[in-house]
């Protein structure tokens, strides 16, 4: 007996599902992109095939796309002879959703209600929901005998039952899709209405695409749609905006205006065809961690993968598009391709343009050029750490939060800007621009005009403790090791500040015995003009905010470094707490004082209290003496 099954979605599926149904998302139409470009897939899946093997196109050899619109039965169908699926490809395909990231789509898309984002998503097969009440695919895979019918009303379930009716699909292989178009949906009966979704949003397609009413005469001849030709090989002044952004769209997943286009013709030793993008939004799946890149391989027009890892390094993933070779062979396979020299070849250049367009952008559209950073900074600085011989470069590229304006710099403009004396790149780490802009340790710079670059984004933390210095200038951490900021610019009070120091002595040994399980040393600085104190660290210790990072994700097995805390000998609390060292009844007093100041200064540094508990009745204690 032919086999019956009733399975369940995935709970993504369902979620996705209702989403998508109960949604006010007008622009519907999108289903039909959705299910031409599975059809173009399909066919673009059995070209490849069939390079290794023949047979499996020789009975139907040309390869097509063809709608048909049945107003009577209130039905759309959407065939194509690819590749077709057997029962586990259905299983696995139009049950489960396998691209990454689509649990966080789903919460941040029901959380916002902003519906864009499904657009923004690719809704893909289950968007045929949006329009049709039930779907039924029939399917047969190329080159096995059994043919399978999909069925499923987008609720919790489907069924897949095996069928000897072999006459379903006109073809020996492919995938018939039936929607039962709703009422809502009724203007998607219309033939002039398709075949202007299709020329909207398809006509890139590189597999004709066919329209039929089936009140049209069976014998009339019937014309393509689309013109069906691979669009990175048209020559660039025959392609408009629209069709460019048509083919991003399809080939990019992305649903937003690219940001950059880059089409061109590598000729010399290898020939490839590169027709690339870079989007004007984030993916959603920017920061999966696989950071897989989404480029599509062609070998002489026929679709060979999209899941190339040596075509592009990680931190360029964000670019979408295609490339056609001319060198590499048909039948290439995955493992060819990992170590493949013509491979590499591209990648390099790929690289260099890529960088190459970004510098271009950078010195002749500025603000432009921000809108990418915004987007992709954190990305590209990924390479920094990453690819040691473009680390220059990238830096180049770079832009940077600073302390002296709100308007972000390139180094060489931070270097541009500095004063004679200063010979270093100062930076700071953290977590956010408004958390480390006020962190203490900035204020001796602030006060003398030194720039500090500020650096919130994780990455940051990893790149700039592999990267010593850029254009023979040390980049520096502000937090770490002695301050030299009075070599750079002296403070007029500096005399005096000295004669301060000795008196501060008592008041240094009575905390450094007191937080000696806290902080490792404590000292002076001139970093700080209005705080009392700030923690630091050493020279040649792990960045603080690097070191949060590897903790949180379990990578760093020994507990965080202490700090050093540095006190300001012009804080007028200093001051006081050093005088009160000369009186013995005090040192409670004083010992108190300097655990609030050391757990307040974790607070600023981004850190709770070490000790809440005690910090907090050490804060009412002080408070209730004080107004005792
Ligand atoms: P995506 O296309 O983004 O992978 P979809 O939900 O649109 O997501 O489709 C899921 C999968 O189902 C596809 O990746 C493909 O493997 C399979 N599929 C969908 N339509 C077809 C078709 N017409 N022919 C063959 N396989 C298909």
Known sequence: MAKSEKLEFQTEVSQLLKLMINSVYSEKEVFVR??????????????????????????????????????????????????????????????????????????EATETKDLSLIGQFGVGFYSAFMVASDLTVITRKAGEKKLWIWKSDGESNFTIDESDDLEQLNSNRGTKIILSITKEGKEYLEKTRIEEIIRKYSDHISIPIFVRDTKDKEDEKLEAINSALALWTRPKNKITKEQYKEFYNHVGQMFDDPWLTSHYKAEGQIEYTVLNFIPSTKPFDLYDPAREN????????????????????????????????????????????????????????????TIGDLKKKLANDRSSYEEFWSNFGPVIKEGIYEDTEKKDTLLEIALFKNSNSSKLITLDEYIEAMGKKQNDIYFITGDSYNNVINNPSLEGYKS???????????????????????????????????????????????????????????????????????????????????????????????????????????????????????????????????????????????????????????????????????FSKKLIDTISASLS
């Not at 169908?77 to 966080?104: C, E, H, K, W, Y």
């Not at 027009?301 to 360029?316: H, M, S």
């Not at 170590?339 to 390099?348: A, E, F, G, Q, S």
Request: aromatic content about 4%; proline content about 4%; glycine content about 4%.
């Open 294 to 353: 989404r480029l599509k391989l062609y070998v002489k027009k026929v679709f060979i993968t999209d899941n190339c890892p040596e075509l592009i390094p990680p931190y360029l993933r964000f670019l979408r598009g295609v490339i056609d070779s001319e060198d590499l062979p048909l039948n290439i396979s995955r493992e060819m391709l990992q170590n493949n020299p013509v491979v590499k070849k591209i990648r390099n250049a790929l690289v260099r343009r």
């Open 448 to 614: 003398r005009g030194i720039n500090v670059l500020i650096l919130d984004d994780a990455v940051d933390s990893f790149w700039t403790s592999a990267t010593p210095n850029f254009k023979e200038k040390n980049i520096k951490s502000i937090t770490k090791g002695v301050d030299d900021l009075d070599s750079i610019s002296k403070k007029k009070t500096d005399d005096k500040n000295k004669k301060e120091d000795k008196s501060l002595e008592p008041l240094i040994v009575l905390l450094k015995d007191k937080l000696k399980d806290k902080v490792k040393d404590v000292r002076t600085s001139s970093r700080l003009t209005e705080s009392p104190v700030c923690l630091v660290v050493d020279e040649s210790a792990m960045d603080p905010q690097l070191e949060k990072i590897l903790q949180q994700h379990n990578q760093l097995q020994q507990a965080a470094s202490l700090k050093i805390l540095e006190i300001n000998p012009d804080h007028k609390l200093i001051k006081k707490l050093a005088k009160m060292c000369k009186d013995k009844a005090s040192i409670g007093d004083i010992e108190n004082i300097g655990i609030l100041l050391y757990e307040q200064s974790m607070i600023l540094d981004g850190e709770k209290p070490s000790d809440p508990v005690n």
């Open 34 to 107: 959705e299910l031409v470009s599975n059809a173009s897939d399909a066919c673009d899946k059995l070209r490849y095939l069939a390079t290794t093997k023949e047979k499996l196109l020789q009975s139907d050899p040309d390869l097509k796309i063809q709608i048909e619109i049945d107003k009577k039965e209130n039905q759309i169908t959407i065939t194509d002879n690819g590749i077709g699926m057997n029962r586990d490809d259905l299983v696995n395909n139009l049950g489960t959703i396998a691209r990454s990231g689509t649990a966080q789509f789903i919460k």
